[in-house]
């Protein structure tokens, strides 16, 4: 069965301070695909990144940086530098081949950067 | 583009009452899905549909009813509200071509007293 675990509920951090944020995931498939979405507090959800599988290479975009390691099930994500406009909930997703694109979510962090 | 619209973005139903909340998108995506998130949760998959006239169940479906007769609209009902129904719902719409993104809507904050 597919899982997504999202182990810190909630983190706090001065702001410009680098912050990770942690996502394991479980599934039986070969061919999946992981996401990040952002939820600030105006309450939609915004689209981060999405990574297969197949795709093990880290991403870079800006402050934003995404580590995938297949072999610990992991899709973590770091905020560099971190700034205000970041406090928000960030939702880690999986989804599996053939399944209608269906999306398994986290249960999100709430990330606050402090001032 | 407007993408993927919900109306409305906040209501208020009694006990008992029913409602259709609408969704809507423009990216011409065969796949539309809707979500609940309650409080200090994640997303729950309520229906999703692969394209007009075909709907199916996700995890969530009981007290919830969906259609889609056209590839843009795909409302969701609730027949007899119960407080449990108390959430905030979320539309969202892919092409569907493998781990395609998902693009969601701004969400309806539905409360049941």
């Known amino acids: 069965a597919q899982k997504v675990t999202q182990a810190q509920t909630e983190i706090s951090v001065v702001e410009k301070e680098d912050v990770t944020l942690d996502c394991v995931y479980e599934?039986?498939?070969?061919?999946?695909?992981l996401f990040w979405y952002k939820q600030p507090p105006s309450g939609e959800l915004v689209f981060l990144i999405r990574r297969n599988s197949f795709d093990e290479q880290n991403e870079i975009s800006g402050r934003y940086s995404w580590n995938f390691q297949k072999s610990t099930s992991s899709f973590n994500f770091t905020i560099t530098a971190s700034q205000v406009v970041d406090s928000a909930v960030y939702f880690c997703?999986?989804?599996?081949?053939?399944?209608?694109?269906?999306?398994?979510f986290g249960k999100g962090t709430r990330l606050h950067i402090l001032p | 583009n407007a993408g993927v619209t919900q109306t409305p973005k906040f209501r208020i139903l009694k006990i008992g009452q029913s409602m259709t909340l609408q969704c809507t998108q423009d990216m011409n995506h065969n796949y539309m899905y809707w979500y609940r998130q309650d409080p200090g949760m994640g997303l729950k998959l309520i229906y999703y549909s692969v394209g007009a006239g075909i709907t199916d169940k996700g995890e969530v479906p009981n007290g919830y009813n969906v259609s889609r007769s056209t590839t843009e609209d795909f409302p969701l009902r609730l027949e007899l509200a119960a407080p449990s129904q108390t959430s905030v719902y979320f539309c969202?719409?892919?092409?569907?071509?493998?781990?395609?993104?998902?693009?969601f809507g701004p969400g309806t904050r539905l409360t049941v007293l």
């Open positions: 599934t039986r498939d070969t061919t999946y695909y």
């Open positions: 997703a999986l989804s599996e081949a053939g399944r209608d694109d269906k999306i398994i």
């Open positions: 969202a719409s892919s092409t569907g071509q493998g781990g395609n993104t998902q693009y």
